[in-house]
C-alpha cells in the first residue's frame, strides 16, 4: 500500500493543478448570480420565472437552482443546469410557459410559491436535493429569500443570506405585477440582497436603474365625521414618496356634483396633512379625494379612483338597543351613539389598542375599540364622563363594536353606574352583550391564556349555569392563587367567546374573592374498573372519608344483565389518592359485563353521594409490571439540574411500551412521555430516566428517556408513574430522612423485597459510577460496577437555599482528613462553625443552625418552595411563613391553608402488588 512519504513531486504538482482547476472553476460558478424572481403574478400564476445572470455564454454546468418552502424550511423543487450556458447578453430564464421570452427550463404554472420562501443557486446536482431536503450552505453560490408581505423566516436568512434583507415583492403594494431584481444587473454581489428592488418584471433583459415612484397617499379620513349644516369639516392624509420628497398635497372636493373645488393641505405632524372643507346644507352630499405631487413631477391620489363622501344631516343618536337589535344591518355604518363610560379606554384589551365600554339610560352598553383614525379617545378613561361617540359599526366574531371613532364630551362628574345583579346563568345571556352586569357563584373551573396580553378564565356558577369571568393578568395581579371553589363576585361587560357567555372584567374594583365557602357538593360515582378477576377500583369525583368509604355494605356489585345475581363485596380500601377505593369481591368478574352501586359514601364535609349511584365496571387490563428501583434525586458531581436520574424494572412477563405515560409527582411536576414513537423497556430490563442525557453519557449512562418539566426533591418528594389508561402503576413517597435514605452524591436504592414505597426497604448506595457519584444506574442495585475513578475534593450545594433556621452541606474529599466547616456572611464575617472530624474520606453531611425564627407563623400553614442553589441547582423545601430569608428571596409555587379542594379525576390511583 502506498504511504505519503511515497509521494513524489510530480504528484504534488499534480494535485496542486487539480486544486487551481477546481478553484476556477468554482470561481466561475460564482459569477452566475440569482438576478430576478417573480413568484406574484397575476391571475393563477402563469408568469413565474427565475432569471440568472453572468459572463455572456458561460457554461452552467455543474449548477442547480433549488427552492425552498419557508413553511417547513424545506425543498420542494430543484433543477440540474447541466447542459445549459448563459446567452449572449448574460441571461438565462426557468419559468412558466407563458414567459416571455421562453424559458430555457420550464416548470409549471404556480410552482413558485408566493410567502416566506427562497431560490438558491448551488454548486451540486438536483439529486442532492430530493424534495424535503433541510436547507443548507453547503456549495452555496447565490440565493434570495423573498416574502409577498409576509414575516422574515429567520432559518431561512441565517442559512442562506446572514446578515441581508428578505426581499418583500409586494414591496409597492403591487406584488401581482412587479418582481424582485438586482439593479442594475448583479449589483450586489453573491448572497449580497441589499441591492435588490421591486419593480416592473424584465424576464431576460436588463433590469436597469429604479423606475421612479409616485407619492403615497394613505389613512384619509374626516372628521366630524357625521357634520351638521355649516359645519366645516377637517381632512385628514399621510403623504410619502419612497424616492424623492413630497412637494405639494391638495384636497379636492365637490358639493352634490357640481364640480371640483381644491385647496392646498398643510403638513400639520410628521407626514400627516391637514386640510378644511367648508360648511355644506341640509341634505348636502359631499365627496373629495387627496392628491400628492413629489420632486419628480408624479402624483398619487387617495382614492385611487373615485371618492370619499359624507351627507351633511341634523344631528340622530342611535339607540344602542338598536344597534344591537341589527349589528349586521350597522355594521360598517356611520352612527352616532350615547353613554356613560363603565369600563375605560386606558383597560387595553389586547395589550395595546383602548377598549372602552359605555351605556345608555336605556341600559344597554356597547364597546369603543381601537386607536387608528380616533380623536378624543382621552375622553374614555375618566368612568364620571357622559359622552358621544361617532363612529363605524364594526361586526367582530359574535359583537359589535366602534372603531374609526370621534368622541364628544356631554358631562362630566357623574357618578359611575352600577353594575346590573344577575344570576350566572343570567349574566351569560347574549342580550347582555356589551352591558354592564355582575354575578356572584364559586369557581369551577380556572384557565390561563398567553401570548402578549396573558389573562385567567375564571368559569363560575351559582347554580343556575355557568358564566365565564375574562381578567387579564396586568389587571389584578395574583390571579394565579385563585382557586377552584373560591367564591368570586364579578362585575363587567357581557360578552361572548364561541358558545361561552362571558364577563370582561375591566376595574379591579369589580373583581372580589371571597375565598372558600362551605362544600355543599357532594360527591358524584366517576367511573369503576375491574383490575385483575376479583378487584375493582371505584373512581368518585373528590376525596371521601375512609369511615364511609371503607364500609363494605356501601356498595353492592352485581349482573348487569341480571340485577339479582350480585357478588358479596369482602372489603373496601380507600387508596393513596382518597377519591378512590379498592374494593375486593367474592368471586371473579371477567368475562361478564357487573355494576356497582353505591350508597351512604360522603366527602370531608359530610355530603353524602346520590342514592343509588351506579358505574358499569370496565376491565382495563392486567397492571403493567414496572416497578421504580432506584432514584438520584440530589447528585453531588452533577448540577441536580443535569443529574437527577431514576430508573424502572420491567418486573413483568411482558414487554411495555412507556410512550404516551405520565411521570409527575403530588405537586405541579408533570411530564408526558412523548417519544414519537414506542419506548418498549422488555421483561428483566432496568432503564434509566433522566433530564439530561449528554450529561449522562459523559458519565457513561445512556438514558433510556430525557425528561422535561420534572425535578426529583432533595428533601420530601414523589415520583408516580401513570400509564395510558391513567392507571397509577407505581409510586414512591419518600421523607427526605425520617424513615428514607437522605444522600448527597447517592442514590436511593430498592432492596428488591417487600413494598417499594416504604423507606425501611431502601438504602444509600455505595457504588461508584461516572466520576465520583454513587449508584447503579441501568444495572441491578448491589450488582458489579465499573473501577472507581480518582477521588476529588468537591462541596456541593447548602440545602435548603435559603433557610431557616438551619442547613446541611454535603462535601467529598480526595483523600482521609479532619474537616472544619465554617460559613461566612456577604460581609466576610464568621457565622457558625460545624464539628470538627472525625477523619473522613466521603461525604460527611454537615447540619447548622444559624437563627431563630422571629415569631410563630400562622397555624397549618405553609409554603412549598423551589429556590436556585448558589451554584445554579433549583432544589425545593418546606419553609414557614416566620422565615424572612425566605420571603426575600423564595420563589412561591404552591401555596395552601386548611384543606385544599380535591383536584378532578386525572387518572386511575393505586398502590400495586409488588414483584420481588
Not at 421483561?683 to 449522562?696: C, F, H, I, R, S
Not at 454513587?774 to 477521588?791: D, I, K, M, Q
Request: net charge negative; glycine share 10%.
Amino acid at each position: 500500500m502506498r504511504t505519503s512519504s511515497n509521494r513524489g513531486p510530480s504528484g504534488f504538482r499534480i494535485l496542486v493543478a487539480m486544486l487551481l482547476v477546481l478553484a476556477a472553476a468554482f470561481t466561475a460558478r460564482a459569477d452566475v448570480l440569482i438576478n430576478e424572481i417573480d413568484a406574484d403574478t397575476p391571475s393563477t400564476d402563469v408568469l413565474e420565472f427565475i432569471e440568472l445572470y453572468g459572463t455572456p455564454n458561460q457554461s452552467l454546468d455543474g449548477l442547480v437552482v433549488v427552492l425552498y418552502n419557508g413553511s417547513n424550511d424545506l425543498s420542494y423543487a430543484a433543477y440540474d443546469l447541466d447542459g445549459y450556458s448563459l446567452d449572449a447578453s448574460g441571461f438565462f430564464l426557468l419559468g412558466n410557459t407563458g414567459v416571455t421570452p421562453t424559458p430555457s427550463i420550464i416548470f409549471n404554472s404556480n410552482v413558485l410559491q408566493n410567502g416566506q420562501d427562497a431560490v438558491a443557486l448551488y454548486s451540486a446536482n438536483a439529486a442532492d436535493f430530493p424534495n424535503n431536503t433541510p436547507v443548507t450552505a453547503a456549495n452555496l453560490v447565490d440565493a434570495i429569500v423573498y416574502d409577498t408581505a409576509d414575516a422574515d423566516d429567520a432559518v431561512l436568512l441565517a442559512t442562506l443570506t446572514p446578515g441581508q434583507p428578505q426581499i418583500d415583492e409586494n414591496g409597492n403594494a403591487n406584488g401581482a405585477n412587479e418582481s424582485c431584481q438586482r439593479s442594475p444587473d448583479g449589483a450586489g454581489g453573491p448572497l449580497v440582497t441589499t441591492a435588490y428592488v421591486v419593480q416592473a418584471p424584465t424576464p431576460g433583459a436588463s433590469n436597469g436603474g429604479i423606475v421612479l415612484q409616485a407619492p403615497d397617499v394613505a389613512n384619509v379620513y374626516h372628521r366630524s365625521l357625521l357634520p351638521v349644516p355649516a359645519e366645516a369639516v377637517t381632512v385628514y392624509a399621510d403623504a410619502t414618496d419612497n424616492d424623492g420628497t413630497v412637494t405639494e398635497v391638495r384636497l379636492y372636493w365637490q358639493v352634490n356634483g357640481a364640480g371640483a373645488t381644491s385647496a392646498a393641505m398643510t403638513l400639520s405632524e410628521g407626514e400627516t396633512y391637514t386640510g378644511t372643507i367648508p360648511g355644506a346644507a341640509d341634505g348636502a352630499l359631499v365627496e373629495y379625494f387627496v392628491e400628492a405631487t413629489d420632486n419628480d413631477g408624479l402624483f398619487g391620489t387617495s382614492p385611487a379612483t373615485g371618492f370619499y363622501s359624507y351627507t351633511v344631516a341634523p344631528e340622530t343618536v342611535t339607540p344602542i338597543a338598536s344597534v344591537h337589535a341589527d349589528s349586521l344591518g350597522f355594521a360598517g355604518e356611520v352612527i352616532m351613539v350615547q353613554g356613560q363610560v363603565y369600563i375605560p379606554g386606558d383597560y387595553k384589551a389586547d395589550g395595546t389598542s383602548v377598549s372602552a365600554y359605555i351605556q345608555d339610560t336605556a341600559g344597554r352598553g356597547l364597546n369603543i375599540f381601537g386607536t387608528t383614525r380616533s380623536t378624543g379617545a382621552a375622553l374614555l378613561n375618566d368612568t364620571g364622563n357622559l359622552v358621544k361617540v361617532t363612529g363605524t359599526a364594526y361586526w367582530f366574531g359574535t359583537t359589535v363594536e366602534l372603531v374609526n371613532y370621534e368622541v364628544e364630551l356631554v358631562s362630566s362628574g357623574n357618578a359611575p353606574l352600577a353594575p346590573a345583579l344577575q344570576t350566572t346563568a343570567a349574566a351569560a345571556a347574549a342580550p347582555n352583550e356589551g352591558s354592564y352586569v355582575a354575578a356572584v357563584g364559586a369557581i369551577t373551573a380556572i384557565s390561563a391564556t398567553t401570548g402578549t396580553n396573558p389573562a385567567h378564565n375564571f368559569t363560575i356558577d351559582d347554580g343556575s349555569g355557568p358564566v365565564v369571568v375574562r381578567v387579564d393578568d396586568d389587571l389584578a395581579p395574583g390571579l394565579e392563587t385563585w382557586l377552584v371553589g373560591d367564591e368570586l363576585e364579578a362585575a363587567g361587560a357581557g360578552g361572548h367567546f364561541g358558545t361561552d357567555g362571558q364577563i370582561i372584567a375591566g376595574l379591579a374594583a369589580d373583581l372580589v374573592n371571597n375565598g372558600q365557602g362551605p362544600d355543599v357538593t357532594p360527591p358524584t360515582l366517576v367511573a369503576a374498573a375491574l383490575d385483575g378477576t376479583v378487584e375493582v377500583l371505584v373512581q368518585f369525583s373528590e376525596a371521601v372519608t375512609a369511615a364511609t368509604a371503607e364500609d363494605e355494605g356501601n356498595y353492592e356489585v352485581y349482573q348487569t344483565a341480571v340485577p339479582g345475581n350480585t357478588v358479596a363485596v369482602v372489603t373496601a380500601v380507600l387508596q393513596a389518592d382518597p377519591s378512590q377505593v379498592l374494593l375486593t369481591v367474592a368471586a371473579s368478574l371477567s368475562g361478564t359485563p357487573h355494576t356497582v352501586r353505591v350508597n351512604d359514601v360522603q366527602d370531608a364535609a359530610g355530603n353524602p353521594i346520590a342514592a343509588n349511584s351506579t358505574a358499569a365496571i370496565s376491565d382495563l387490563g392486567p397492571l403493567p409490571q414496572i416497578v421504580i428501583t432506584e432514584i438520584m434525586q440530589n447528585p453531588l458531581i452533577l448540577l441536580d439540574a443535569d443529574g437527577e436520574w431514576f430508573e424502572i424494572r420491567n418486573a413483568g412477563t411482558t414487554a411495555v411500551d412507556l410512550n404516551g405515560w405520565t411521570i409527575k409527582d403530588l405537586g405541579t411536576d408533570s411530564h408526558v412521555i412523548a417519544n414519537g414513537g414506542p419506548l418498549v423497556i422488555n421483561p428483566g430490563e432496568y432503564k434509566v430516566l433522566g433530564v439530561n442525557a449528554t450529561a449522562m453519557a459523559a458519565e457513561g449512562v445512556t438514558l433510556f428517556y430525557q425528561y422535561a418539566s420534572f425535578t426529583l426533591g432533595n428533601a420530601d418528594d414523589e415520583l408516580i408513574l401513570v400509564d395510558t389508561l391513567g392507571r397509577e402503576v407505581d409510586v414512591v413517597m419518600w421523607d427526605g430522612g425520617p424513615v428514607w435514605p437522605d444522600p448527597a452524591g447517592a442514590s436511593m436504592a430498592w432492596s428488591g423485597t417487600g413494598d417499594n414505597n416504604v423507606g425501611a426497604n431502601w438504602a444509600e448506595s455505595t457504588a461508584v459510577f461516572g466520576s465520583g457519584d454513587l449508584g447503579t444506574p441501568g444495572a441491578s442495585n448491589g450488582g458489579p460496577t465499573a473501577a472507581p475513578p480518582a477521588l476529588a475534593t468537591l462541596l456541593g450545594a447548602n440545602y435548603p437555599n435559603p433557610f431557616n433556621p438551619s442547613t446541611k452541606f454535603s462535601f467529598a474529599l480526595d483523600r482521609d482528613a479532619t474537616v472544619s466547616l465554617a460559613v461566612f456572611d456577604l460581609r466576610g464575617h464568621r457565622v457558625r462553625t460545624g464539628r470538627r472530624g472525625p477523619p473522613g474520606r466521603r461525604r460527611l453531611p454537615q447540619r447548622l443552625r444559624l437563627g431563630r425564627p422571629r415569631r410563630p407563623g400562622p397555624r397549618g400553614h405553609q409554603r412549598d418552595v423551589l429556590l436556585p442553589a448558589d451554584d445554579g441547582r433549583r432544589v425545593r423545601g418546606v419553609a414557614q411563613d416566620d422565615a424572612p430569608e425566605v420571603a426575600a428571596s423564595g420563589s412561591w409555587i404552591r401555596e395552601r391553608a386548611g384543606a385544599t379542594p380535591p383536584a378532578p379525576f386525572v387518572g386511575w390511583r393505586r398502590r400495586p402488588r409488588r414483584v420481588s
